[in-house]
């Protein structure tokens, strides 16, 4: 599954520095990206979206005119078969950088399901195969199952990202996804690193709540916890190779400390033998022209 970074306006490509050779793209380009990972074999791709403009209420999330909203209906129209997956997030939209409703200075967990339910929904409306909830909130699974049910869109599958670690290999990411919280840090709602009992908790709590697909993020550093969630629950488990994970490869390989290449395939294969059924990778291009070669 290949992520890409939507922004408004049109003719628009910003090469996002820290993560040489991903781009922020307009939905024009987005259009053509797309069509060449499907000549590729690609069958999926990941949206984040950035807004033109930001609010404490992250209205840009849900506007039906949103950056995400158009950017799946472009695709879907232009490529129905291509599954069209969206992330379900506040933090790119808020003007605070944070993935819920803020009062004080702590995160409204309840008041920020609703406003995630609503972006969720407003996703499927404009034709997205799959939602992606990565907040971290508590209930919000239930939340958007609801959600989307009551709105006749019992079709539409939840890709919750379950097992999502406070990690320090998400830098990258905030700068292309303009994402990084104005203050403090997430650690209140992401999950600690050093604690893997709580994935298994976190991942059943999801499932019971309606789940279809649940995510380990990041991948390679957390291997142990991917076999462990495909082990004791048997459902589908998708792994997100994150930017750092990314970003690290792609300068040592610039800079011939290593074998990209090489490297790229061997990460690749240990996060599916560890037991991930899917992999969201900045990479999926590239794995699948090296496998074509190797055919």
Not at 90 to 118: F, M, P, W
């Amino acid at each position: 599954m290949l992520p890409f970074f939507v922004v408004p306006g049109d003719d628009v490509r910003e090469p996002v520095e820290a993560m040489p050779g991903v781009e922020r793209l307009s939905v024009d380009h987005l259009v053509t990206e797309a069509g060449g990972a499907i000549e590729l074999g690609i069958p999926a791709v990941l949206l984040f979206g950035i807004p033109p403009s930001k609010d404490e209420a992250a209205s840009g999330a849900y506007a039906d005119d949103g950056t995400v909203q158009q950017a799946v209906r472009a695709l879907k129209a232009a490529y129905p078969s291509l599954v069209v997956v969206t992330d379900v997030c506040l933090c790119q939209y808020t003007s605070h950088g944070h993935c819920g409703v803020v009062v004080g200075d702590e995160v409204d967990n309840d008041r920020t399901l609703d406003l995630l339910a609503r972006t969720a929904v407003s996703h499927a409306d404009a034709g997205a195969d799959i939602v992606a909830p990565s907040d971290m909130m508590d209930g919000r699974v239930g939340a958007i199952r609801e959600a989307l049910d009551e709105t006749n869109r019992p079709d539409v599958a939840i890709m919750s990202y379950a097992a999502k670690y406070a990690s320090a290999f998400y830098g990258p990411f905030r700068e292309a996804a303009d994402s990084a919280p104005g203050k403090g840090d997430r650690r209140g709602y992401q999950m600690d690193p050093a604690n893997a009992d709580e994935a298994l908790r976190e991942v059943f709590l999801d499932l019971e709540e309606g789940a279809d697909i649940v995510m380990v993020k990041p991948a390679l550093p957390y291997l142990d916890i991917i076999r462990a969630v495909k082990s004791e629950t048997g459902y589908p488990v998708a792994a997100y190779q994150v930017s750092g994970e990314y970003a690290m490869v792609q300068a040592a390989g610039e800079r011939g400390w290593l074998d990209a290449e090489a490297t790229l395939m061997e990460s690749l294969l240990s996060i599916r033998r560890a037991g991930a059924d899917m992999v969201i990778t900045y990479w999926a291009r590239e794995f699948a022209r090296v496998s074509q070669k190797r055919l």
